[in-house]
């Protein structure tokens, strides 16, 4: 498990690599003091996890992941439990206040192997270039949250950004419609119409529709009218 440090104090960092060191499937790749070094070398060395402390200079912990493309895994680390509840609602793994207990860090690695599982720890290093996106971090307001892109039934373009239809809530993702087509895996979307960008897990029924077009209702969304160009891409795909 490749680990990024990402703290701006050097004691703390001092800290984790001594604790991280009883952990021999563990590798610290690096070390970041501030948000622009922290995104810098997440680009550059592609780690599995990050340890994140939240309190930095010239941002926080979340302004380092709304500025990544697709964040790996992350454990929070602070000094106050406040933002031990908002690293929670990042849905992230978990998080570790200082002083770190080397206990809790055993836990909260474990769990990363959990939510990994035995098939993705053997083919380190976690994604190959060019792999499908997984998840995206989306902000709004004081509100975030690390979303997982297989769980998303519909997106929607909204100009040069995209909206993420999950139950409850719509988040505005900074990305366009264009761009996650192509990050995405071809396999489980499929653009189906310059608006909407659909999630084939979540296809109930499909119905004829205007003009020889096709309509998918989605499971936990709304119905969508492909365009009648991708309506007859969409057949073809599935020999319809």
């Given amino acids: 498990m490749r680990v990024l440090i990402v703290d701006d104090e050097r004691l703390a960092r001092a800290e984790l690599r001594r604790l991280l060191a009883a952990f021999p499937d563990v590798e610290v790749v690096g070390e970041a003091t501030h948000v622009d070094d922290a995104c810098r070398q997440v680009e550059a060395q592609e780690p599995d996890l990050l340890l ?17 493309d697709e964040p790996p895994d992350v454990i929070f680390t602070t000094a106050f439990d406040a933002h031990a509840v908002r690293a929670f609602s990042v849905n992230a793994l978990d998080y570790l206040l200082k002083p770190i207990e080397a206990e809790r860090l055993a836990e909260a690695l474990e769990r990363v192997r959990q939510r990994r599982g035995p098939t993705e720890r053997a083919s380190e290093p976690t994604r190959a270039s060019g792999a499908p996106l997984e998840r995206v971090f989306v902000k709004e307001g004081e509100r975030c949250w690390l979303v997982q892109l297989a769980q ?7 100009g040069n950004y995209s909206r993420l239809h999950l139950a409850g809530h719509q988040p505005l993702l900074l990305r366009s419609l264009s761009y996650l087509e192509e990050k995405l895996d071809p396999s489980r ?22 003009g020889g077009t096709l309509v998918a209702r989605l499971r936990q969304g709304p119905e969508v009218e492909m365009s009648r160009r991708q309506s007859q891409r969409f057949r073809e795909r599935m020999s319809l």
């Fill in 52 to 68: 994140l402390d939240i309190q930095m200079p010239g941002g926080s912990g979340f302004d380092v992941l709304a500025r990544l």
């Fill in 189 to 210: 979307f499929f653009r189906a119409s310059r608006q909407h960008l659909i999630n084939l897990d979540f296809v109930e029924t499909l119905e004829p529709g205007p």
């Fill in 152 to 158: 998303v039934p519909l997106i929607t373009s909204e």
